[in-house]
């Protein structure tokens, strides 16, 4: 088998992301918009909270109720937001200005939907392989995933 093959066998398939290369953190809010984090453990995001007094009422001193959640930020698959079809009206724009005249091209049924299906798979796999191999780990500022939500009260001296 060549390098290019073996190098290139796995990524070419099509394959789940393997949530192990992504980290799971515990972060807090007190209005479930701007969360803190994240902690390793759901203790630790307890303790930052309650030492920086996250939702702390007003009215009464030393009760307070916050937002907790498991969550991890990307990286993001570049690949799955790719569409062959904007990239085929790029070129047929392309070529309507060099070559279309005032009139322009006719570009219905010039390929089959077939051949759109396999151009697209071929596109998602070239964007795929391209992120792969120059190490492109795009990140959110938001949650890609996230579980164990819950609203957590907090009364000082229990």
Same mark, same amino acid.
């Given at each position: ?6 190098? $290139? ?5 099509? $394959?789940?992301?393997?949530?192990? *290369?992504?980290? @799971? =953190?515990?972060? !807090? *809010? ?15 995001? /307890?303790?930052?909270?309650? *030492? %920086? ?5 007003? *009215? ?5 109720? !916050?937002?907790?959640? %498991?969550?991890?930020?990307?990286? /993001?698959?570049? @690949?799955?937001?790719? +569409?062959?079809?904007?990239?085929? %009206? ?5 070529? +309507? +200005? ?8 006719? @570009?219905? &049924? ?5 051949? +759109? ?11 795929? !392989? ?19 939500? %819950? &609203?957590?009260?907090?009364? &000082? =001296? !229990?």
């Amino acid at each position: 088998m060549s390098w290019w093959k073996r190098k $290139t066998k796995k990524l070419l398939r099509p $394959t789940r992301v393997r949530a192990a *290369s992504h980290r @799971w =953190g515990w972060w !807090f *809010s007190a209005d479930e918009e701007n969360y803190s984090g994240p902690y390793v453990t759901r203790d630790a995001a /307890i303790a930052a909270a309650r *030492s %920086e007094r996250c939702g702390e009422w007003d *009215s009464v001193g030393g009760v307070g109720r !916050f937002y907790l959640l %498991e969550a991890r930020q990307g990286p /993001i698959a570049l @690949w799955r937001y790719v +569409d062959s079809s904007d990239v085929m %009206e790029r070129v047929c724009e392309a070529v +309507d +200005d060099e070559y279309g005249g005032e009139d322009g091209i006719e @570009w219905d &049924r010039v390929w089959p939907v077939a051949a +759109d299906r396999r151009l697209e798979n071929w596109v998602r796999r070239v964007v795929r !392989f391209w992120q792969w191999w120059h190490r492109i780990e795009v990140r959110t500022w938001g949650f890609t995933h996230s579980r164990n939500a %819950e &609203r957590y009260t907090w009364v &000082r =001296g !229990f």
